[in-house]
T-cell receptor, first 114, second 109 residues
Framework: DAGITQSPRYKITETGRQVTLMCHQT?????MFWYRQDLGHGLRLIYY?????ITDKGEVPDGYVVSRSKTENFPLTLESATRSQTSVYFC????WGGGVNEQYFGPGTRLTVT | KNEVEQSPQNLTAQEGEFITINCSYS?????LHWLQQHPGGGIVSLFM???GKKKHGRLIATINIQEKHSSLHITASHPRDSAVYIC???????????FGEGTQLTVNP
């Protein structure tokens, strides 16, 4: 299907485990973003990527790793999950830089770390 | 203090009422976005504007760059408008968005 998809949609994991959240978009958008959404905070940027093999830190990057070997995929890895990483994670993409182009959001992944 | 402040945090209205949600920001921006997050969690972009006013159906978004303020209006509100409305700005210094905490709107029939 065309669009932006995330998998899994729900994930429960234990503290200390490595977890990878997948994001895939079919528009060949240059920019991709990972956000987390928590009560009491707006969406916060974790990492973003301007193109394949180009990534940069956002507001809250600690404990996360990203890669972008292909334009259409932007996986987010929690190297050693902590309870504070329990959140809803959204992936987004835009044709160019986020502000002058609309961002398209994936459906979100609800991650619980026990 | 957050760079993007929305008010009110929560809003309950009766069907048919005119609704206004406000967004104030403290930095120079190149664009401001209004987003809608459905009860199921999905987020969609409603407007992207850098000046003036935009209208789409019953939704109207305005921005005053000098006052660093934007408003989202919903005319003839309907229960299906119930959602979280999020304001986000792109600072002139970068390509990333900074988000407000959102306004939870509930429209009762």
């Amino acid at each position: 299907d065309a669009g932006i998809t995330q998998s899994p949609r729900y994930k429960i994991t234990e503290t200390g485990r490595q977890v990878t959240l997948m994001c895939h978009q079919t528009w060949s958008h240059s920019y991709m973003f990972w956000y987390r959404q928590d009560l009491g905070h707006g969406l916060r940027l974790i990492y973003y990527s301007a193109a394949a093999d180009i990534t940069d830190k956002g507001e809250v990057p600690d404990g996360y790793v990203v890669s972008r070997s292909k334009t259409e995929n932007f996986p987010l890895t929690l190297e050693s999950a902590t309870r504070s990483q329990t959140s809803v994670y959204f992936c987004a993409s835009s044709e160019w830089g986020g502000g002058v182009n609309e961002q398209y959001f994936g459906p979100g992944t609800r991650l619980t770390v026990t | 203090k957050n760079e993007v402040e929305q008010s009110p945090q929560n809003l309950t209205a009766q069907e048919g009422e005119f609704i206004t949600i406000n967004c104030s920001y403290s930095v120079g921006i190149s664009a401001l976005h209004w987003l809608q997050q459905h009860p199921g969690g999905g987020i969609v972009s409603l407007f992207m504007l850098s000046s003036g006013k935009k209208k789409h159906g019953r939704l109207i978004a305005t921005i005053n760059i000098q006052e660093k303020h934007s408003s989202l209006h919903i005319t003839a509100s309907h229960p299906r408008d119930s959602a979280v409305y999020i304001c986000a700005v792109e600072e002139t210094s970068g390509s990333r968005l900074t988000f407000g905490e959102g306004t939870q709107l509930t429209v009762n029939p």
